[in-house]
């Protein structure tokens, strides 16, 4: 099922599944503990983000091609860190770049899977680990590159996390419709440029993996994001490096889930 979180007429939050021309059917209940159709069908005046997050992890330098386009060795272990839940950005929302981004221009996109821990998650095996996700959506790890190298005292949290640099959706797709999260295709551009063509095949460590690993002694909670890493072809590896700017526009596409398009916007 592909779900979709959005604004009715009357303003109300809702889920549905998103049909043609802007409608959708209604789902009752509550996300993770089950919905039923309800039989009725509205129009939807926003799509908003699929959910709001108990937790965003992240995973850096997961894809074979990001690592070697940066010259960086393989990972002994899953690269973590995290995003500010406040970060998260609508589908067709402005990313919007502060001031403090701006000069120098340093703000990076990144297309990432993401997954959606729909159980309580902890000492998870990595044989057993897909039985724990809910769902799949897309995100866009947005980097602040000077904040996340010099700026967070050794730590990419603050670069990571400023306000709209989390964007996600513009659906859930539940866990049976993706049976495999290792063969997804992930593709990026900017003002219509291809900057980013990939597959999740490439990655260093699997959904499965990263699942067992993160819950190893940590609790996962139902609503915690895992954002996956990124394939090759970020702004910043460039020659010379690409940076969003005000007036750009930016579009992320998994397979089997659709496409995340978000402006970009000055503070």
């Given at each position: ?6 604004l ?15 409608r ?15 039989g ?11 959910l ?7 995973i ?9 386009e940066?010259g960086?060795?393989?990972?002994d ?5 995290m ?9 067709g929302?402005?990313i919007?770049?502060?001031?403090s ?5 340093q ?14 998650a902890?000492d ?17 790890d947005?980097s ?10 050794g ?6 996390s ?5 964007p996600l959706g ?19 551009t ?20 990263l ?16 954002l996956?890493g990124t394939?090759?072809?970020?702004g ?9 700017a005000?007036?750009?526009r ?18």
């Amino acid at each position: 099922m592909k779900i979709v979180r959005f604004l009715d007429e009357e303003g109300r939050i809702r889920f549905g599944r998103l049909q043609e021309e802007g409608r959708a059917d209604v789902l009752e209940g509550r996300l993770f503990a089950g919905f039923r159709t309800s039989g009725s069908t509205v129009r939807v005046m926003k799509v908003l983000v699929p959910l709001v997050p108990s937790a965003i992890l992240c995973i850096g330098l997961n894809y074979h091609r990001h690592a070697e386009e940066f010259g960086l060795k393989l990972p002994d272990y899953p690269v973590l860190f995290m995003k500010n839940p406040a970060s998260i950005a609508h589908p067709g929302d402005p990313i919007i770049l502060p001031l403090s981004c701006l000069d120098p221009p340093q703000v990076d996109y990144e297309t990432e899977l993401a997954v959606v821990i729909g159980r309580t998650a902890k000492d998870v095996p990595a044989e057993n680990a897909l039985h724990y996700v809910f769902g799949y959506t897309i995100g866009n790890d947005v980097s602040a590159r000077r904040w996340q190298k010099e700026g967070g005292g050794g730590q990419w949290v603050r670069g990571k996390s400023f306000d709209t640099f989390c964007p996600l959706g513009p659906v859930l797709v539940t866990a049976d419709e993706i049976p495999d999260p290792q063969n997804l295709s992930l593709r990026c551009t900017l003002n219509g440029e291809v900057m980013q063509e990939g597959n999740t095949s490439d990655m260093i460590y699997s959904v499965r993996e990263l699942i067992a690993y993160l819950s190893s002694g940590m609790t996962l909670l139902p609503g915690t994001v895992i954002l996956t890493g990124t394939p090759s072809g970020v702004g910043f590896a460039r020659t010379p490096p690409v940076f969003l700017a005000p007036g750009d526009r930016i579009e992320m596409t998994i397979g089997g889930i659709g496409t995340l398009v978000n402006p970009v916007t000055a503070a």
